[in-house]
């Protein structure tokens, strides 16, 4: 299973982006997936996450302006990222539970990573 995620960039505070991570391979059954970014020097940190069953948990830093989504059919989640400011600047990873196979276990997966600057 591989998680690729992308959508990262430069933008103005103030403004959007949204980031997509598409996972492949072997997919039986996808669990609770999330968001999680790394800033300059800072540890990785919780973004959002969503539950197979949709409940969503979000960092107090991000409420009210980033959304988690995801398209079961695209194996694909999504975080729309509204109202970017400055120290949203980070390395954004998507993690995923999968189970490849009805026989194998749930494993965890972490995306590559993509950058996202927020410039004053």
């Known amino acids: 299973v591989q998680l690729q995620a992308c959508g990262g960039g430069l933008v103005q505070a103030g403004g959007s982006l949204r980031l997509s991570c598409a996972a492949s391979g072997s997919i039986f059954d996808i669990y609770a997936t999330g968001w999680y970014r790394q800033a300059p020097g800072k540890q990785r940190e919780l973004v959002a996450t969503?539950?197979?069953?949709?409940?969503?948990n979000y960092a107090d830093s991000v409420k009210g302006r980033f959304t988690i989504s995801r398209d079961n059919a695209k194996n694909t989640v999504y975080l729309q990222m509204n109202s970017l400011k400055p120290e949203d600047t980070a390395v954004y990873y998507c993690n995923a539970n999968v189970r490849s196979t009805f026989r194998d276990t749930i494993r965890n997966y972490w995306g590559q990573g993509t950058l996202v600057t927020v410039s004053s």
């Open positions: 969503m539950s197979s069953g949709g409940s969503t």
